[in-house]
């Protein structure tokens, strides 16, 4: 799952349609927004996020804090509190391109051809459930498979569908495309905006193989220019038509590559990401694409990586997404060299703001600090303030979530503490995928270890022989 960063919510509107982006300058070069209005743009969201609810917000938040397990039922936590959790598309293009090691998804997916009006049907019924159970303004993110596949009509409308079913959509991409699909997503045929921002998840990272531009990379360090290329063509957007976007980092972490961390959190800062979030390996997916080593990579291990790249340490139980054993999120701002945390689990003095629910007055607080402290060091350059979120999110290997789930499903407590824990998490899940047909939202990892292969099985047969064309 991609844990929500904190006042994000609302600040993707609905399509528009214009001729001349409103910002944009009588001489047509665009006013590039300064740290002072980056900063008073994020007080904005931060206020609007923490409006009080309306009823139907509010009822669905009581009922995701009724499931949740007594242990996760905190202070900090923000299911059931905040938010309802984030939300994941499934079987709507389950191939992909590119080759990952490991791969999440089943053996057959590749053999579910991409056929953009399945997409589009099957996004509007997960999402109208997902509307139904859990209420507007939700992060949901347009997941396959490989997004990019499909037709870039296809993929505006799947996103603008998303949108009309009150969620707040990002698109999840290895990012191997070029800046002609992203414009073709993003505009109309007379070339208007269909969005004024866009969030897109890029997963990349010496895992993958097959990116045309770096096949079969030995390090993260080759792919660096791809980063940057991709963080290129969304500038690209804002400078010529005026689409804003939020651009996260994905790296799956394997033994290989876990002491390559910090670098990447230091270049994805330097390119504007703002959320870097990373997934130890599990043993989930493709079976033929396991490797060894992953149970090495221990919670603790990868983050202290992560607090090396950003040079300090990263406080994340002020603020809780479900359980800590899945989910680990500290939010906060960049400025200048210095990352500055919204909340300091070992600071007395944020957590009374916490817990009053004074959160918005909170946030106000802290950014009216950071603007002062950036008008006084003159900062003027861009990215010298980036609010960024870092996140460890570690799924479940699927043997466990196979017995634990057959446990769950029918009522039993599981007294083997691997499957009771396993079963803990699962209830606690922030990264949920719809199920109408069965009255349901299911944790990722049980989609992926359990339900996805009989799906694909099914998405096979029923996908018409044109369909393997990319029909749109
Ligand atoms: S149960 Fe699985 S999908 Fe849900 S939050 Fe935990 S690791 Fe993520």
Redesign the pocket.
């Known amino acids: ?1 991609e844990p929500t960063p904190v006042g994000r919510s609302r600040q993707y509107r609905t399509p528009v349609r214009r001729q001349q982006p409103a910002h944009r300058r009588p001489n047509g070069r665009r006013a590039v927004p300064s740290p002072v209005r980056r900063v008073l743009d994020a007080l904005r969201d931060a206020e609007r996020a923490t409006r009080p609810e309306d009823p139907e917000v509010a009822a669905a938040h009581a009922a995701r804090w009724e499931e949740l397990p007594a242990g996760v039922r905190t202070a900090s936590q923000l299911l059931g509190r905040r938010f309802t959790g984030c939300e994941g598309t499934h079987g709507v293009f389950p191939a992909c391109n590119l080759g990952c090691e490991p791969c999440y998804h089943g053996k057959d997916a590749n053999r579910v051809p991409v056929d953009g009006v399945h997409t589009v049907a099957e996004v509007e019924r997960q999402m109208a459930y997902l509307r139904e159970r859990r209420g507007p303004g939700q992060y949901a993110q347009l997941i396959g498979g490989e997004v990019s596949l499909l037709p870039p009509d296809a993929h505006a409308e799947a996103l603008a569908t998303m949108r009309r079913h009150g969620r707040i959509p990002m698109s999840f991409t290895h990012g191997d495309f070029d800046q002609d699909y992203l414009e073709a997503v993003v505009l109309a045929p007379d070339g208007t905006p269909r969005f004024n921002a866009v969030a897109f998840a890029v997963h990349i990272d010496s895992t993958m193989r097959g990116r045309r531009a770096a096949k079969q990379p030995r390090n993260e360090a080759e792919l660096h220019d791809e980063r940057a290329r991709v963080a290129a063509m969304f500038e690209q957007l804002q400078q010529r038509y005026g689409i804003r976007s939020y651009l996260a980092h994905n790296m799956t972490v394997t033994p290989d590559n876990v002491d390559e961390i910090p670098e990447v959190v230091q270049v994805c800062r330097e390119l504007g990401y703002r959320m870097c979030s990373f997934q130890p390996a599990a043993y989930v997916g493709d079976q033929r694409r396991w490797d060894e080593g992953y149970r090495e990579l221990t919670d603790e291990l990868v983050w202290s990586r992560i607090e090396a790249g950003v040079g300090r340490r990263l406080p994340f139980r002020a603020l809780q ?3 800590e ?3 680990r999120s500290t939010w906060g701002v960049w400025v200048g060299g210095g990352y500055t945390p919204l909340f300091d689990d070992r600071d007395r003095r944020d957590l009374p703001a916490r817990d009053a629910g004074a959160l918005a007055w909170w946030i106000a607080r802290f950014l009216g600090r950071m603007a002062t402290r950036a008008t006084t060091a003159g900062l003027r350059g861009r990215r010298q303030i980036l609010a960024t979120t870092y996140v460890m ?4 290997d699927a043997h466990d ?1 196979h017995r634990a789930w057959e446990l769950l499903e029918r009522g039993v407590a599981a007294d083997d503490p691997t499957l009771r824990a396993t079963q803990e ?2 209830r ?5 995928m719809a199920h109408p047909e069965s009255d349901r939202i299911v ?4 989609q992926h270890s359990v339900l996805d292969p009989a799906e694909n099985q099914q998405l096979i047969q029923l996908l018409p022989p044109r369909s393997r064309k990319n029909a749109g």
């Open positions: 799952m997404v479900g359980d054993r899945c989910n999110h570690r799924f479940m979530v998490r699962l606690a899940c922030a990264y949920g944790p990722a990892c049980v």
